[in-house]
């Protein structure tokens, strides 16, 4: 599975995606070779605290991703909240407060869709829980730019909705169990 | 394998927009700017970049609908409660020693953070001593600040900010309520200057006492975020105040030792000694 050509990861979440998250971020090694870029949706009045909170479970440095700021190896963004996450061509980020998208900002299709632009083939696209429909167009954009699709068994899922719909816009992703996606991550990056 | 010509496309509109009607829009952001023109595109019903090129330099009515696409934000009233309540409990009680004021709302679009700064300027009995400019590059954005109507249904949202904000009255008394409409009281924009500015080629035009900007910088690649903060510096009164977005940020500019923080948390910065 281990895949060198990759250089970033990002991964979207909805409903259960923090527990979800939870199973995954923790695994990652301090020195974990790519960065991770991460739009989970959660009531803004709760965002505050999911910083914090992976950061308090992780090896791996955790932040808010800050506007225009490099992308760095070793380190997972999450998207703040109300601001849309996107990658630059040089891949470093920025942050937009433009109009919702799939009724959500954060957007998981609004990140998936400039990380494939900014990484092309290299990027890895995860889909998790959730109980709508963001992230599918996004992980389609991914497919197309020769990037990794992986969408969470939606038979497992907390929440089918999300990861069903990206399965549907991508019959080609990977699916994969939960608890199948951490040790998927590790391999990437290494040769 | 990645789409290079829809880039190529790109830098070639935003040249054409540039040269033939000084719209600069080179230095923004790239990866918004690009998903704002797909959205163009497929709402024009074009079938390329270049063909919506082809249509702004030959077509006059594509300019203001392309300007709409590139430039509209959506926003709300006291967006950031907090902000609006450290304005109202930090920086107004320093503005309250000035016999008179000017300020300046960089980007103001359609003006819900003109109204929002007018209302707390009033509550706090400041607004009589208060010039306000109101700033934007789109023509039509400008016209909708100044007419101050906005749709009933947002109106619940902005009351529950203006509570937050630590509210001296009832928004209701600043509009009345028309077939779905809230239109607001034009007496809140009598001291307010409507015009066409841009951060990325204009100038200074007024020394002022605030200048806010919120979530405009986002938008600017480094260079252009710099021109910008430049401008802000070069506009500014004596320890002068600078209001950002909750995710912008001096840290990274090259102005950064002009200003000092003043709120932290709210991104409220004072123009520091000379």
Not at chain 1, 58 to 75: I, S
Not at chain 2, 236 to 247: C, I, N
């Amino acid at each position: 599975m281990s895949d060198p050509r990759i250089k970033a990861v990002a991964i979207g979440a909805s409903a259960g995606g923090v527990q979800a998250l939870l199973q995954i971020l923790p695994s990652l090694p301090a020195r974990y070779p790519l960065p991770v870029l991460v739009v989970v949706h959660v009531p803004p009045d709760r965002s505050n605290a999911l910083v914090p909170l992976f950061q308090s479970k992780c090896q791996v440095e955790v932040k808010e991703a800050e506007d225009k700021e490099p992308a760095l190896a070793g380190v997972v963004y999450f998207a703040p909240s109300d601001y849309h996450l996107l990658v630059e061509a040089d891949g470093s980020l920025s942050l937009s407060s433009d109009e919702l998208v799939n009724h959500s900002r954060p957007s998981i299709d609004v990140l998936l869709e400039s990380s494939a632009d900014a990484f092309g083939p290299a990027l890895a696209g995860v889909v998790l829980t959730g109980a709508n429909c963001d992230g599918a167009l996004g992980l389609r954009a991914i497919l197309d730019a020769g990037g990794v699709a992986v969408v969470e068994d939606p038979e497992t899922a907390y929440a089918s909705m999300m990861p069903a719909a990206a399965l549907r816009a991508c019959p080609s992703a990977d699916v994969m169990k939960l608890d199948a996606i951490a040790p998927y991550l590790l391999s990437l990056g290494t040769a | 394998m990645r789409d290079g010509v829809d880039d190529l496309e790109i830098g070639l509109l935003l040249e054409a927009l540039y040269h033939r009607y000084h719209y600069d829009f080179r230095h923004y952001a790239r990866a918004s700017i690009k998903r704002r023109l797909i959205q163009a595109r497929e709402q024009l019903h074009l079938s390329s970049i270049s063909a919506m090129q082809d249509s702004l330099l030959h077509d006059p009515s594509t300019l203001p609908r392309l300007l709409d696409y590139l430039t509209v934000q959506v926003s709300e009233m006291f967006r950031d409660p907090s902000y609006f309540r450290a304005m109202r409990e930090t920086v107004l009680p320093h503005l309250r020693t000035y016999p008179s004021l000017k300020v300046w709302i960089a980007g103001c679009s359609h003006g819900e953070e003109l109204y929002s700064l007018a209302i707390l300027f009033r509550e706090e009995g400041l607004d009589q001593r208060t010039v306000f400019y109101a700033t934007d590059i789109n023509p039509t954005a400008l016209r909708a600040a100044e007419a101050g109507i906005y749709p009933l249904e947002q109106v619940r949202k902005f009351t529950a900010n203006h509570q937050k904000s630590g509210a001296k009255s009832s928004l209701s008394d600043y509009y009345a309520a028309d077939y779905g409409r809230a239109v607001f009281d034009k007496t809140l924009r009598s001291r307010v200057v409507f015009s066409d500015h841009s951060l990325v080629t204009d100038a200074v035009f007024a020394e002022m006492h605030l200048i806010s900007c919120r979530n405009v910088l986002i938008y600017f690649d480094r260079p252009l975020q710099d021109r910008a903060i430049g401008l802000f510096r070069d506009s500014l009164a004596r320890k002068g105040f600078l209001g950002l977005g909750s995710k912008e940020s001096l840290r990274f500019s090259k102005h950064d030792a002009a200003f000092s923080d003043f709120v932290r948390d709210e991104k409220i910065y004072q123009r520091a000694e000379p």
